[in-house]
C-alpha cells in the first residue's frame, strides 16, 4: 500500500503493507532509528513520536495509519542544525545515559511544554509517565525539562 | 498482507464492512494491535474508526450525557460535561495507562474490550449508563450490565459497533467517588477498583448509594446488599464496616500474577472504608 505522510517537514511516501508496525517502518524502511522500540506493548514509550502534534506509540499504529498525517520523529526536532531547547537541556541536565528512553523522553517532554509551558515537577513527572528509564533515576530527566521550559519561556519573551 | 482501511464517515464505514465482512474494527488499537502485533490475534482485515469524526462527539441531551464511542481517554479529560457531571468517570479515565495510551484509546474500545480491570466500567455501572450499537440497519441501547456478558465478551453482533455510551447525569449525588489500586501509579492495570456515588444528607447521612468494583469478579461486581446496608445510615466506620463484610462475602477474585484473590478480597472492602475520609475531605464532591 502507497501511503503519503508529512514526515519532519518533507512530504514523504512509501510503499509497504498497510498492517505494519509504524515504528518498523520508520526505522527499517526509512531509516529513522532515532525511534526505538523497547516493549512492543505500549509500556515504555520508546517508540514516542509525534502525530499531528501530540505523542503517539508508534509500536500500536499501523503504517496505514499515518496516512496524511504530520508525524515527528527525534530526528525532526532540530531546526536549521540547531537542536530544539529540550534536547539542549538534556544534554546540559546531563539527563542521557545509555540513551535508549531519550528520543521518547524528549519528544513527550516537547508535548508537555506545549500544552503547559510552566508545569510542576509533578507534573512533569506525570507527563512523562508513559516513558520508562532504566538508567536515570528520573531526577536529571525532571530536571532538564524543568530546565528546558525556563529557556523556551525566556526565548519567547525575548 | 491484511488490509488496513480507514473510513472516513459512518456510511463509508458500511461500504467497507460489505466488502470485508470479516474485518475487524478497531480504534486506537492500544488493546487490539497489542494482541495482533503479539501473535494472540490474527483478523483477516482491519477497520480503523479513528478517521470518523461523527463517533467522536460529546454531547448533552435532555437528562443525559451521549458520549461517542471513539472519543480518546485525552479527549473526555478535556470535556467540562465529563468532568463537571459525571467526576467519577472523569476520574476514572485520568487513571488510565499514561499520557500516551490515554491519547490513542478512547472509551469504546475500553467497554468493547470489557475486561474485568477496564477502568471506565465501574463508574458506567454505578451510573447505570448504556450503550448505543448502529449497524446498516439502525441502533439499539443495551444496558451496560447486558452488553457485556463475560470477561472479553460483549452482545455485539457482525457488522454492528459501538457508537456511543448514554450516561444519564447522576443526580441527586454530592459524593463521586472512583479509586483504583495498582501496583504502579502510572501503567498499572488495576488490582481492584471501586466507584462510589452516594447522596449525603447534611448531618451526614446516606440517603442512597450506588458502589461498583473492578477486577474482583469476571465483569463489575455491583452490591445491592451493601447499598441497601449504608441507606439510612450515618456515613461512619461501623456501617461501612458492615457494608464491607457484605461485599467481601459476594465477591469472586482469581488469583493471577498482580495479586492472589484473598488481597482483592480484602482490598474491595478496604476501598469502602475510605469513604470517611473522602467525605470528610470534601474531595469528590
Ligand atoms: C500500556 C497500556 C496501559 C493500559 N492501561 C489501562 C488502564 O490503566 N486501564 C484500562 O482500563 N485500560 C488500560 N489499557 C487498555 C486500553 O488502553 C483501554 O482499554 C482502551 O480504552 C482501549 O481503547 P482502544 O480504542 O485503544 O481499543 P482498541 O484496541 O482499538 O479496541 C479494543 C477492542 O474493542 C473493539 N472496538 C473498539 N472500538 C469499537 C467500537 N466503536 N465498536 C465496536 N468495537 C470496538 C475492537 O474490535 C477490539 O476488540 C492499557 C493499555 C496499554 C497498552
Ligand atoms: S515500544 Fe512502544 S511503548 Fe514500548
Ligand atoms: S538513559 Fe538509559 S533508559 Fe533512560
Given at each position: 500500500?502507497?501511503?503519503?505522510?508529512?514526515?519532519?517537514?518533507?512530504?514523504?511516501?512509501?510503499?509497504?503493507?498497510?498492517?505494519?508496525?509504524?515504528?518498523?517502518?520508520?526505522?527499517?524502511?526509512?531509516?529513522?532509528?532515532?525511534?526505538?522500540?523497547?516493549?512492543?506493548?505500549?509500556?515504555?514509550?520508546?517508540?514516542?513520536?509525534?502525530?499531528?502534534?501530540?505523542?503517539?506509540?508508534?509500536?500500536?499504529?499501523?503504517?496505514?495509519?499515518?496516512?496524511?498525517?504530520?508525524?515527528?520523529?527525534?530526528?525532526?526536532?532540530?531546526?536549521?542544525?540547531?537542536?530544539?531547547?529540550?534536547?539542549?537541556a538534556f544534554i546540559e541536565n546531563g539527563a542521557v545515559q545509555c540513551g535508549f528512553c531519550t528520543p521518547g523522553m524528549v519528544l513527550a517532554a516537547v508535548d508537555l511544554l506545549d500544552r503547559n509551558p510552566d508545569p510542576t515537577r509533578e507534573q512533569i513527572r506525570e507527563g512523562l509517565?508513559?516513558?520508562?528509564?532504566?538508567?536515570?533515576?528520573?531526577?536529571?530527566?525532571?530536571?532538564?525539562?524543568?530546565?528546558?521550559?525556563?529557556?523556551?519561556?525566556?526565548?519567547?519573551?525575548? | 498482507m491484511r488490509e488496513v482501511i480507514l473510513p472516513g464517515s459512518i456510511e463509508e464505514l458500511w461500504r467497507c464492512l460489505d466488502d470485508k465482512p470479516q474485518a475487524?474494527?478497531?480504534?486506537?488499537?492500544?488493546?487490539?494491535?497489542?494482541?495482533?502485533?503479539?501473535?494472540?490475534?490474527?483478523?483477516?482485515?482491519?477497520?480503523?474508526?479513528?478517521?470518523?469524526?461523527?463517533?467522536?462527539?460529546?454531547?448533552?441531551q435532555g437528562g443525559s450525557i451521549r458520549i461517542g464511542a471513539c472519543a480518546t481517554h485525552s479527549g473526555l479529560l478535556e470535556d467540562p460535561l465529563v468532568r463537571k457531571r459525571l467526576p467519577a468517570l472523569w476520574k476514572a479515565i485520568g487513571g488510565i495507562g499514561s499520557p500516551p495510551v490515554r491519547n490513542m484509546g478512547t472509551i469504546?474500545?475500553?467497554?468493547?474490550?470489557?475486561?474485568?480491570?477496564?477502568?471506565?466500567?465501574?463508574?458506567?455501572?454505578?451510573?447505570?449508563?448504556?450503550?448505543?450499537?448502529?449497524?446498516?440497519?439502525?441502533s439499539r441501547r443495551v444496558p451496560i450490565p447486558e452488553f457485556i456478558t463475560g470477561p472479553g465478551a460483549t452482545c455485539l453482533k457482525r457488522a454492528e459497533i459501538?457508537?456511543?455510551?448514554?450516561?444519564?447525569?447522576?443526580?441527586?449525588?454530592?459524593?463521586?467517588?472512583?479509586?483504583?489500586?495498582?501496583?504502579?501509579?502510572?501503567?498499572?492495570?488495576?488490582?481492584?477498583?471501586?466507584a462510589a456515588l452516594l447522596r449525603l444528607r447534611p448531618e451526614g447521612i446516606v440517603e442512597k448509594a450506588a458502589l461498583a468494583w473492578g477486577s474482583v469478579a469476571p465483569t463489575v461486581?455491583?452490591?445491592?446488599?451493601?447499598?441497601?446496608?449504608?441507606?439510612?445510615k450515618p456515613l461512619c466506620a461501623e456501617s461501612l464496616s458492615k457494608a464491607a463484610e457484605l461485599v467481601?462475602?459476594?465477591?469472586?477474585?482469581?488469583?493471577?500474577?498482580?495479586?492472589?484473590?484473598?488481597?482483592?478480597?480484602?482490598v474491595a472492602g478496604n476501598l469502602l472504608l475510605r469513604l470517611v475520609d473522602i467525605a470528610d475531605e470534601g474531595k469528590g464532591r
Amino acid at each position: 500500500m502507497k501511503i503519503s505522510f508529512y514526515l519532519n517537514g518533507k512530504d514523504t511516501c512509501v510503499d509497504v503493507p498497510a498492517d505494519r508496525k509504524l515504528v518498523s517502518v520508520l526505522r527499517e524502511d526509512l531509516e529513522l532509528t532515532g525511534t526505538k522500540e523497547g516493549c512492543g506493548a505500549g509500556e515504555c514509550g520508546a517508540c514516542t513520536i509525534l502525530v499531528d502534534g501530540h505523542v503517539r506509540l508508534s509500536c500500536l499504529m499501523t503504517a496505514a495509519q499515518a496516512q496524511g498525517r504530520r508525524i515527528t520523529t527525534i530526528e525532526g526536532l532540530a531546526e536549521n542544525g540547531k537542536v530544539h531547547p529540550v534536547q539542549e537541556a538534556f544534554i546540559e541536565n546531563g539527563a542521557v545515559q545509555c540513551g535508549f528512553c531519550t528520543p521518547g523522553m524528549v519528544l513527550a517532554a516537547v508535548d508537555l511544554l506545549d500544552r503547559n509551558p510552566d508545569p510542576t515537577r509533578e507534573q512533569i513527572r506525570e507527563g512523562l509517565s508513559g516513558n520508562l528509564c532504566r538508567c536515570s533515576g528520573y531526577v536529571k530527566i525532571v530536571d532538564a525539562v524543568e530546565a528546558a521550559a525556563g529557556k523556551i519561556g525566556r526565548g519567547k519573551s525575548r | 498482507m491484511r488490509e488496513v482501511i480507514l473510513p472516513g464517515s459512518i456510511e463509508e464505514l458500511w461500504r467497507c464492512l460489505d466488502d470485508k465482512p470479516q474485518a475487524s474494527v478497531y480504534a486506537g488499537g492500544t488493546d487490539l494491535l497489542v494482541k495482533m502485533y503479539n501473535g494472540l490475534f490474527d483478523p483477516e482485515a482491519l477497520i480503523c474508526l479513528d478517521r470518523i469524526e461523527e463517533l467522536k462527539e460529546v454531547g448533552e441531551q435532555g437528562g443525559s450525557i451521549r458520549i461517542g464511542a471513539c472519543a480518546t481517554h485525552s479527549g473526555l479529560l478535556e470535556d467540562p460535561l465529563v468532568r463537571k457531571r459525571l467526576p467519577a468517570l472523569w476520574k476514572a479515565i485520568g487513571g488510565i495507562g499514561s499520557p500516551p495510551v490515554r491519547n490513542m484509546g478512547t472509551i469504546g474500545g475500553n467497554i468493547c474490550t470489557a475486561s474485568p480491570a477496564g477502568d471506565t466500567l465501574p463508574p458506567l455501572y454505578a451510573m447505570k449508563a448504556e450503550v448505543e450499537l448502529l449497524s446498516r440497519e439502525g441502533s439499539r441501547r443495551v444496558p451496560i450490565p447486558e452488553f457485556i456478558t463475560g470477561p472479553g465478551a460483549t452482545c455485539l453482533k457482525r457488522a454492528e459497533i459501538l457508537s456511543a455510551v448514554w450516561v444519564k447525569k447522576p443526580e441527586g449525588y454530592n459524593l463521586h467517588h472512583f479509586e483504583k489500586v495498582g501496583l504502579r501509579s502510572a501503567l498499572a492495570c488495576s488490582v481492584v477498583s471501586m466507584a462510589a456515588l452516594l447522596r449525603l444528607r447534611p448531618e451526614g447521612i446516606v440517603e442512597k448509594a450506588a458502589l461498583a468494583w473492578g477486577s474482583v469478579a469476571p465483569t463489575v461486581f455491583r452490591c445491592p446488599e451493601a447499598e441497601e446496608a449504608l441507606a439510612g445510615k450515618p456515613l461512619c466506620a461501623e456501617s461501612l464496616s458492615k457494608a464491607a463484610e457484605l461485599v467481601r462475602d459476594g465477591v469472586s477474585p482469581i488469583s493471577d500474577l498482580r495479586a492472589d484473590a484473598d488481597y482483592r478480597r480484602a482490598v474491595a472492602g478496604n476501598l469502602l472504608l475510605r469513604l470517611v475520609d473522602i467525605a470528610d475531605e470534601g474531595k469528590g464532591r
